[in-house]
């Protein structure tokens, strides 16, 4: 282990002062805030290691090229993937940068309250696990309006459902992209325009000529490689202290500011009601982001399906463990030596390069500036694999939704339809540019969790009720989950965290009082639902119902679907 | 899928057993899971101190291992139901697959 203080200087120099103001709870989501960085002096480390990964990615990306020929391919890589890989890879998908950055800056920050997110981030994998993870895999095909819409009119089902992939896309990718932008200019050096061409480009090569193949492999990669310098940092950090948890903490109690309070929940969760809020947030939503669900359809069958929820689950929970440890280990490593890590030297104005900068400091400390290079590169390389799977999430619930079974009633060839995912591909590659370049100034960290708040109120109600709900009816479904989009978007507009801080109306104004609106729009969209349904007496409603029997015949054997092996 | 195939699936004795050991399996388990998050959360909103009590004569809180236990939990329990389905449920659906595709 290193302790090199010239290192630490250097990269003190490297990485100046950004002012990333405090996000309040709920921002420090998958694509929290990295506030506005300085430019800095390049760092040619972190870019050689970054080169290497693209370098050996767009291999990958030519091999897959060279099996993508099907829409079914393009969408879900043939079906081939396995339940461990496909594991792994919807980890990657969740492992965003900012979730590494973010959640590891919050337990540096405050210590206990770090903990009480991840645990918000994982206790939906469980749910997705018991009641639709094989499911999705046994209705579904390539988007999520395929499980959606198995027994209901066509057009407006699918409508819905591309609104509600987009919305939740579009905003996910503008907190990444920003995110992204952000990142480089800090760990990099690079000019925040070059940085958003940058990773737009690379991620519409792997989605264009690799499909689902190249991004599944990507997003595996960056995964493993994510573990694997987390793990070590971790490591790094328990051989200090003799691996004691205790001896950890009493070092953490005695150097940080805070004392005793960073070992007890503070004043992060301000009320239950956000608690709570939050917590049906971070827990519904994970099941219906759709560059999640589709990854569903990449394994060959149930069996499948349930080993790689499995996998992802455990992966992610043992990530959120060791970004704990890493959280704990910055405080230990960091705050002992002010004048390398802290603003002019001093622990009160903060870390250099802001409070999300923890884990990139803590790596320098315990590795060196190689293994700070790689973590650099590694937290650029999770921004392009998860901006490649949402993209083709988005271009699919396009080209698969609103032009094959919208616009065409289903009557195209398959050349056709993946001809027009991969225009679809280009636009959303220089839109999520465009956006990432307008959006430079704006305060985004409340773009995640709307994209969670919306996933959760619009996509799931929709999908749970269509698949467990042999009452629901195509109007019940559609009604509901635009009654769920819109109470999500009103809500949150009316929060703080985007009436003051983003439409900088004086403080105080905001006339929704909680952090998250999933507490209110979840319940919205299912009553809606129910009600709505119930008091169909159309003679769609009619079919709807009685398509029931059949839909829950193939979600609970598998009997039919497509490309289930064995059966 | 054609409709004399979803009548004898659904006429089939086994298809009900699946049906209802898989759900209300499923359903537990959801339970367990979300007693176990919100039970933490609300301990967290309402009993703050219990959670900073102190283990022994260290620093180390009692909401510390109970947050990882809530963590281990969840990967726990995920798995007890994909090994319960990946074996018995999925036997059950090869046995009644046999049974209508003849």
């Known amino acids: ?52 990964f693209v370098a050996a990615t767009l291999a990958i990306t030519k091999w897959a090229a060279a099996k993508t020929k099907s829409a079914a391919d393009f969408y879900t890589a043939g079906g081939g993937i396995t339940g461990f890989q496909n594991g792994l890879a919807i980890a990657g998908d969740y ?23 991840s645990i918000g981030w994982l206790v939906g994998w469980p749910v997705i696990t018991f009641l639709m993870a094989e499911r999705l895999r046994n209705l579904g095909k390539f988007t999520f309006a395929d499980v959606a819409g198995y027994r209901f ?112 929940p503070g004043a992060l969760i301000k009320d239950p009601i956000s608690a709570i809020s939050v917590g049906m947030a971070l827990m519904f939503g994970t099941a219906g982001l759709p560059h999640i669900l589709m990854r569903f359809f990449t394994v060959p069958n149930a069996k ?91 271009a699919s619930a396009v080209s698969h939704d609103l032009y094959a079974s919208v616009w065409r009633h289903g009557r195209v060839d398959q050349a056709q339809e993946l001809r027009v995912s991969k225009i679809t591909t280009v636009c959303l590659g220089v839109i999520a540019v465009v956006l990432g370049i307008a959006f430079e100034k704006e305060n985004v960290a409340y773009m995640v ?40 978007v009103t809500l949150t507009i009316g929060s703080a965290s985007v009436w003051e801080a983003v439409m900088l109306y004086p403080k105080g104004s905001a006339w929704f009082p909680y952090n998250s609106a999933a507490i209110f729009s979840i319940p919205a969209a299912f009553i809606t639902i129910w009600l709505v349904s119930l008091l169909d007496r159309s003679r769609r409603g009619d079919e709807d119902r009685a398509g029931f029997p059949a839909q829950q015949v193939r979600s609970e054997t598998g009997i039919g679907a497509a490309g289930a092996s064995g059966h | 899928m054609d409709d004399p195939m979803v009548a004898r699936v659904t006429n089939h004795p086994l298809y009900h057993e699946l049906k209802s050991k898989r759900s209300g399996f499923g359903w537990w388990l959801t339970l367990a899971g979300m007693v176990a998050y919100y039970g933490f959360i609300l ?60």
């Open chain 1, 449 to 488: 969790m709307l994209a969670f708040v919306i996933a959760a109120s619009a996509n799931f109600p929709v999908l749970f009720m269509s698949v467990l709900w042999k009452g629901c009816t195509t109007r019940g479904a559609v009604t509901g989950g635009f009654v769920g989009l819109i109470t999500a």
């Open chain 1, 304 to 394: 499948e399906a349930r080993k790689s929820v499995g996998w992802a689950t455990t992966w992610i929970g043992y990530f959120y463990i060791l970004t704990f440890i890493i959280g704990f280990g910055a405080i230990t490593n960091l705050i002992p030596n002010p004048a390398s890590y802290f603003v002019g030297g001093d622990v009160a104005k903060g870390l250099v390069g802001g409070g999300n900068m923890a884990a990139v400091h803590l790596s320098g400390a315990v590795g060196g500036n190689w293994f700070l290079g790689f973590i650099s590169a590694v937290a650029f390389a999770t921004i392009l694999a998860v901006v490649a799977g949402l993209t083709l999430s988005g």
């Open chain 1, 95 to 117: 492992m965003s940068a900012a979730s590494f950055l973010g959640i590891s800056g919050l337990v540096f920050a405050n210590g206990f309250d770090g903990l009480i997110f």
């Open chain 1, 153 to 264: 009119s066509q057009t407006p089902i699918r409508v819905f459902a591309a609104c509600g992939s987009l919305v939740v896309v579009a905003f996910y990718m503008i907190a990444q992209m920003v995110g992204a932008g952000q990142l480089i200019k800090l760990l990099f050096g690079m000019d925040y325009l070059y940085a958003e061409i940058l990773v737009g480009t690379i991620m519409m090569v792997y989605v264009l000529f690799g499909g689902m193949t190249a991004t599944t492999w990507v997003q595996i990669i960056k995964a493993v490689m994510l573990l694997g310098g987390a793990t070590f940092m971790a490591l790094a950090v328990l051989i200090q202290f003799g691996f004691s948890p205790e001896a950890m903490f009493s070092k953490a109690v005695e150097v940080h500011s805070k004392k005793d309070a960073i070992m007890a």
């Open chain 2, 43 to 102: 301990l967290v909103a309402f009993n703050k101190p219990l959670l900073a009590q102190k283990i022994g004569g260290g620093v180390t809180t009692v909401g510390m291992p109970l947050g990882v236990a809530v963590i281990v939990f969840t990967i726990v329990i995920t798995w007890i139901y994909i090994r319960r389905a990946n074996s018995e449920f999925d036997s059950l659906t090869d046995r009644i697959i046999k049974g209508v595709v003849k």
């Open chain 1, 1 to 52: 282990m290193s302790f090199d203080n010239q290192t630490i200087r250097v990269l003190a120099k490297v990485l100046a002062v950004s002012a990333v103001t405090a996000v309040g709870v709920g921002a420090f989501a998958a694509g929290a805030d990295l506030g506005q960085a300085a430019k800095q002096s390049t760092n040619w480390t972190a870019i050689a290691m970054f080169g290497i």
